[in-house]
């Protein structure tokens, strides 16, 4: 059995101005599949962003690794400068 209280009827017009009465439950039922979808939506996108957030961090490392081996290379070549222009003295 279905209760219809009247406090939950909202007035709407029609296409062609005419009032009529809509039960409250048939608005709230869309709009609540609405929200559903938006937060789908929402959770989505989140995980995207996550998942790019988390390759963006490793390919931070990746260049970070880059840039110290190329210090690391740098260092060689000049130690190597000094200790033979130790040995031509």
Known sequence: ???HN???DTQRPTP???WRTVPFDV???QRGSVLIIVL???IGLVAISLYFA???TYEL???DNRASGLATDQSIVCA???VSTLLTI
């Open 1 to 3: 059995m279905k209760i």
């Open 6 to 8: 009247s406090t939950f």
């Open 16 to 18: 062609n101005g005419v």
């Open 27 to 29: 608005e709230c039922s």
């Open 40 to 42: 789908w939506v929402c």
């Open 54 to 56: 988390n390759s963006m």
């Open 61 to 63: 490392r990746a260049s």
């Open 80 to 82: 190597a400068r000094y």
